[in-house]
């Protein structure tokens, strides 16, 4: 049988599936139930900056898009705040740690790195989180998507870097004018990985009501139509790094596990399909993989993974 095991950031992950941060990973129960069903990895659910005062609560919607035989969905959601202080966030990663064995990533956002940040990545790293995934671009508050959003996430990498020992991954927004020379320049930051990417940011029309759908905001949006782009920006950015990338969007399927790691991601994170289906999609997802490398010959992930960026594609 195929070996779907792989190395990523220095952890050893007995699959490439990785459940991305989102309400499935916040807490110690629905990490434990991500093991169960055979996730190499969890990012727990991003710990946002926390005011008791004024929060507002995670706004989830599954659009079905209207457009006869060929229909689509988009997972609309926003988290503009925290829903536990740091302290409750630290307590919940110890608790992971007491009852699993697979890599816990904790996720931060980093809105004001020179405020927080730190203060932050040492608690869960005190907390026992494996690695560190830096949210750079959550909440939506942070709207800069040029240069200017290369140098906060190098801010903000650098200081986290400063503070603990664990791994650091940047998590990179797909509204980027050239993400492959974001990419390159984030790794020069020294990030030790790179998650490729967040969602995208977005804005659904309720007609009845005249107004934004949820919070009456800007959101972000994902679903299976986004896996086009992603593939096209890490096949561009892969053969340029020396850090692994973990690819993240429209990952519905085990065939979505092949094209990114053909594209050359190490691993891929899952959100919208786990939401929307329930943890026993990874189940497939693993036994998919194994069959198409056992159909190929393929005793490893490193023995094609990033077939397609090596080609010339220009």
């Known amino acids: 049988m195929a070996d779907i095991s792989v190395d990523y950031v220095g952890l050893r992950l007995v699959s490439p599936v990785v459940a991305a941060p989102a309400g499935t990973t916040g807490t ?15 990012v727990m ?24 035989a060929m229909r689509s969905t988009t997972l ?21 740690k007491e009852h699993v064995q697979i890599p816990i990533i904790a996720s931060i956002g980093c809105v004001r790195p ?3 940040v730190a203060n932050y990545a040492k608690l869960v790293e005190h907390a026992g989180a494996d690695a560190l995934e830096l949210n750079v671009h959550c909440p939506n508050v942070v709207r800069d998507e040029g240069p200017a959003f290369v140098e906060l996430i190098s801010e903000a990498l650098q200081l986290v870097k400063s503070a603990v020992k664990i791994p650091v991954i940047p998590k990179m927004t797909p509204q980027l004018e050239n993400p492959a020379f974001a990419a390159v320049a984030i790794e020069k930051a020294g990030a030790n990985g790179l998650v490729m990417f967040g969602r995208f940011t977005g804005l659904e029309i309720d007609i009845d ?23 096209r920006w890490i096949s561009s950015a892969a053969p340029l790094l020396g850090i692994p990338i973990a690819g ?3 990952v519905a399927s085990a065939e979505d596990v092949v094209k990114y790691l053909l594209a050359g991601a190490s691993v891929v994170q899952s959100c919208t399909a786990i939401i929307t289906q329930g943890y026993h999609v990874v189940k497939s997802m693993n036994q998919g993989l194994r069959d198409w490398m ?11 993974r990033g077939r397609v960026a090596r080609m010339d594609l220009a």
Request: include cysteine.
């Open 28 to 42: 110690a129960d629905l990490v434990r139930i991500a093991e169960d069903n055979g996730v190499g990895a969890v």
């Open 294 to 304: 056992d159909r190929k010959g393929y005793k490893r992930l490193d023995d094609f």
């Open 76 to 96: 609309y959601s926003s988290e503009h705040a925290a829903l536990w202080d740091s302290d409750r966030y630290a307590e919940e990663l110890r608790v992971c």
């Open 45 to 68: 659910r991003t710990l946002y900056p926390y005011r008791d005062d004024d929060r507002s609560r995670p706004h989830y919607e599954l659009i079905r898009h209207n457009l006869g």
């Open 114 to 116: 020179a405020e927080w």
């Open 209 to 231: 009501h005249e107004e934004p759908v949820g919070q009456r905001a800007y959101a972000w949006h994902g679903g299976p139509w986004s896996i086009f782009y992603c593939l």
């Open 248 to 250: 993240c969007g429209g």
